[in-house]
T-cell receptor, first 114, second 112 residues
């Protein structure tokens, strides 16, 4: 069965520092992979997606993610974190085919220190 | 372009009651999905509709149901509410079948 693991529940970084959020997935075929962000009291916003092709994908707000098939990973990175990046980040895998169903990881809550 | 609109944003019910939540997708989007978000279980898929047809359903009891109308608006209903149904219910719409979802702000249900 498809699954997504985000091993870090909480991460605290200093403003200006680099960030990497980990995501591992389990899926039998080529996955569709996503990172979403959720601010308190809000819905989810898509940061970036991977369907195929270049394994390094760029997203909004200066985020990027790299798909590594050999490691079943899709880690999210940002070179310099801003205080406004404090939020909860969710990695998700899509089944593809004729459905938009997503399996989400448990999320990583990011705190940014001044 | 207006985003996904969910109503009501907040509601309080008591055990045994039923509730109906509404979702208006982005104009032109025909796919609507519903997710339940709780601190303990995280984000869980409820169901997905496309052109008024339920295309996929998650592992929830039959008390959870939904439908989609010809204008793509969707409703979900939970009957015989239980305390564990307290959650943020998120609706998302999509233009294509790729998993690229646009979420509303959710309806927060509290069951007392």
């Amino acid at each position: 069965a498809q699954s997504v693991t985000q091993p870090d529940i909480h991460i605290t970084v200093s403003e200006g520092a680099s960030l990497e959020l980990r995501c591992n997935y389990s899926y039998g075929a080529t996955p569709y992979l996503f990172w979403y962000v959720q601010s308190p009291g809000q819905g989810l916003q898509l940061l970036l997606k991977y369907f195929s092709g270049d394994t390094l994908v760029q997203g909004i707000k200066g985020f990027e993610a790299e798909f590594k098939r050999s490691q079943s990973s899709f880690n999210l990175r940002k070179p310099s974190v801003h205080w406004s990046d404090a939020a909860e980040y969710f990695c998700a895998v899509g089944y593809g085919g004729a459905t938009n169903k997503l399996i989400f990881g448990t999320g990583t809550l990011l705190a940014v220190q001044p | 372009k207006a985003g996904v609109t969910q109503t009501p944003r907040y509601l309080i019910k008591t055990r045994g009651q039923q509730v109906t939540l509404s979702c208006s997708p982005i104009s032109g989007h025909r796919s609507v999905s519903w997710y339940q978000q709780t601190p303990g279980q995280g984000l869980q898929f409820l169901f997905e509709y496309f052109s008024e047809t339920q295309r996929n359903k998650g592992n929830f009891p039959g008390r959870f149901s939904g439908r989609q109308f010809s204008n793509s608006r969707s409703e979900m209903n939970v009957s015989t509410l239980e305390l564990g149904d307290s959650a943020l219910y998120l609706c998302a719409s999509s233009l294509y079948v790729t998993g690229e979802l646009f979420f509303g702000e959710g309806s927060r249900l509290t069951v007392l």
